[in-house]
């Protein structure tokens, strides 16, 4: 008969709530660097939060990686021409820019790519004094699909906090949560989901 074996105290589990998900988002207009360069702070305060009215927003994670983004774009006429990019920043000298070209409608333009070693996306984005550091710029044009895979962690529930925000397409009762990339203030990539609601 074997032996048993003895714990002499459970054992230890991570209480952080820690998720890997895809999130889609399609182009209202021309993609470019002044309104799809994505900062720490557009992530957390942006991509997931709270709201129970129409003037206060709540922060839902505390941490947030891009894991990949995909790209896909194709022209509108035949014969056009579309270009995808995505640009990653870093702190230790540039990165190379990841593009991709397509001429017509039928075959899109299409990019792959995960954060290089030396980009900043690379790491954790957490609350702080660098939610302003830009961690990649988008270009595409108005056709634009964007995939981005994500690891997030969820705030508990005695840190939530009001962030501010832009409140803008929020309607219906109940506890909404609000889902952009780019953030409210340009809303030029809009979720698949943007609002689903909790009652």
Not at 3 to 8: A, C, N, V
Not at 152 to 166: A, D, I, K, L, R
Not at 189 to 194: A, C, K, R, Y
Request: glycine share 8%; hydrophobic share 35%.
């Amino acid at each position: 008969m074997g032996s048993l074996i003895r714990l002499t105290h459970p054992p230890q589990i991570s209480p952080i709530v820690k998720v890997s998900r895809k999130m889609r988002y399609i182009a209202t207009t021309t993609i470019t660097p002044t309104n799809a360069t994505i900062t720490r702070g557009m992530l957390l305060n942006h991509l997931l939060f709270g709201v129970n009215n129409t003037t206060t927003a709540y922060r839902l994670l505390t941490a947030i990686r891009v894991s990949r983004i995909e790209l896909w774009d194709t022209s509108a006429s035949t014969g056009g021409v579309s270009t995808v990019s995505i640009q990653w920043t870093s702190n230790m000298g540039p990165c190379e820019p990841v593009t991709d070209t397509s001429i017509g409608s039928t075959v899109p333009a299409h990019i792959v790519s995960s954060p290089p070693k030396t980009s900043l996306a690379r790491n954790w984005s957490t609350q702080g004094s660098f939610e302003t550091e830009p961690l990649f710029v988008l270009t595409g044009s108005s056709e634009l699909i964007v995939d981005v895979t994500l690891d997030m962690c969820y705030q508990g529930q005695t840190n939530f906090g009001p962030v501010s925000v832009t409140m803008t397409n929020i309607a219906g009762a109940g506890v909404s949560y609000v889902n952009y990339l780019s953030g409210p203030a340009y809303g030029v990539l809009s979720p698949v989901n943007t609002v689903f609601q909790i009652y």
